[in-house]
């Protein structure tokens, strides 16, 4: 095998946004930096986060809430986030000629709306400070000798450096290169390594009206999950119908209690078409809209009586209904059926839509192992490790890539 003789100061294994980050990081210290990744190009998946907007960050200006987003994680999180955390995001892009927006739930954004422009900013202050960037280059393994990891071995032969830093990201959208390779790694060097499933991510369903609504995006919804006919939890917000099911950031952020739900067995969800109004007034403005058009036929009417762009998805519902009667043959009994329907539109959820969708993907290293002051291995001193590797669960909404920073930054500074 291939001997690169150079021991760099750094290298950092995987170009996406940690990756990136702590390069640019470590060789603004003057380090001498070598950047290595498999795809052709850096930033694949930072290219097309946030549907290609990048939600940079979460503007969330209490701490204690900030973190408690992050669960189990949020303990271990105190310590790094006041070495770098949201105010300190906004400063480094801001400083670098790129305005920050928040906007809806305290999401933030390049004023640009374009991932490209953060990309751009990360790039160029790698060019400024000379890292090397070698891409097509596949890791094999990880080689260690006692507490220290010596090299890596590429298909371009082996690696050395004093330190190494470890940003190759989970396993959510596996098409940009994100496989979940350093969790293997990673195991074989020892470490405890929480299997990776899909967490933020959409749900798929079995319901035709669900399916024909496929592009339509309602902003206030209540969705509440059943298992067994009893009650598990609710969430109001934001739902977009897809055609295969649902997503936007409500059902994102239910997705990983719902899959837990889905390992005991079926689960049913009905959607509360106007979450701010009861049956009793739903019903009294519906009768309202009758008593105006009682010689229409019932379908004719319906754009007047349910959310924008629901009216024929209504009638996929297997309810009993019949909508080709005129309005002033309806029954107090089918209205009444009629409320309670746009109260509890059912949905039954098949399952979690895989890597290729998910905004996230859970598992990764315990925290337990590492430093978190440095992000450095308790195992080996001189490996760091950053981003989505490690085991911590997040929401949508700028939290997954504010760890990104936060642990990259720090990862930087310490090798």
């Not at 000379?130 to 393994?141: A, C, D, E, G």
């Not at 701010?276 to 009758?290: A, H, P, R, W």
């Amino acid at each position: 095998m291939k001997n690169n003789n150079k021991i760099w100061d750094v290298i950092v294994v995987g170009g996406g946004a940690s990756g990136m980050f702590a390069a640019s990081i470590s060789s603004s210290l003057g380090k001498s930096v070598l950047v290595i990744d498999k795809n052709k190009n850096l930033g694949e998946k930072l290219k097309i986060t946030g549907g290609g907007r990048c939600n940079i960050t979460n503007n969330e200006p209490d701490i204690h809430k900030m973190l408690s987003i992050y669960g189990d994680g949020a303990p271990y999180l105190y310590s790094p986030f006041s070495v770098f955390g949201v105010k300190d995001t906004f400063k480094y892009f801001e400083s670098r000629g790129l305005p920050l927006v928040v906007q809806a739930r305290n999401r933030v954004f390049p004023a640009t709306e374009k991932a490209l422009d953060v990309f751009n900013i990360l790039e160029k202050e790698m060019k400024k400070y000379h890292v090397t960037i070698q891409t097509n280059s596949p890791v094999r393994k990880i080689n260690v000798d006692g507490e220290k990891v010596t090299s890596i071995e590429t298909n371009n032969g082996l690696l050395y450096a004093k330190s190494f830093i470890l940003a190759t990201g989970g396993m959510s959208h596996p098409e940009t290169g994100s496989t979940g390779d350093g969790l293997v790694w990673l195991k074989d060097i020892g470490h405890s390594v929480k299997d990776s499933s899909p967490d933020i991510v959409p749900l798929a369903v079995g319901d035709d009206w669900v399916k024909s609504l496929a592009g339509i995006s309602l902003s206030f919804m209540k969705i509440t999950f059943y298992q067994d006919g009893k009650k598990q939890f609710s969430k109001t917000g934001k739902i977009l119908f897809t055609h295969f099911g649902l997503s936007g950031p409500l059902i994102l952020n239910s997705s990983k209690k719902v899959r837990e739900l889905l390992e005991s067995g079926s689960v049913k969800a009905y959607i509360d078409a106007y979450p701010d109004t009861n049956e009793g007034k739903l019903e009294e403005s519906i009768i309202k809209v009758f008593d105006n058009n009682k010689n229409k036929i019932f379908r004719t009417i319906l754009k007047d009586v349910v959310p924008e762009g629901m009216s024929k998805a209504i009638e996929l519902i297997d309810t009993g209904l019949d909508f080709n009667m005129k309005v002033h043959s309806i029954t107090k009994e089918d209205r009444k059926k009629f409320v309670k329907l746009l109260k509890n539109l059912p949905v039954t959820v098949t399952n979690l839509m895989g890597y290729e969708r998910a905004v996230v993907a859970d598992g990764g290293v315990s925290l337990n192992e590492l430093d978190m002051k440095t992000m450095s291995s308790k195992l080996y001193k001189n490996l760091y490790i950053t981003g989505d590797l490690l085991n911590i669960n997040r929401n949508s909404g700028g939290y997954s890539l504010q760890i990104c920073w936060t642990t990259g930054y720090i990862a930087g500074m310490s090798a």
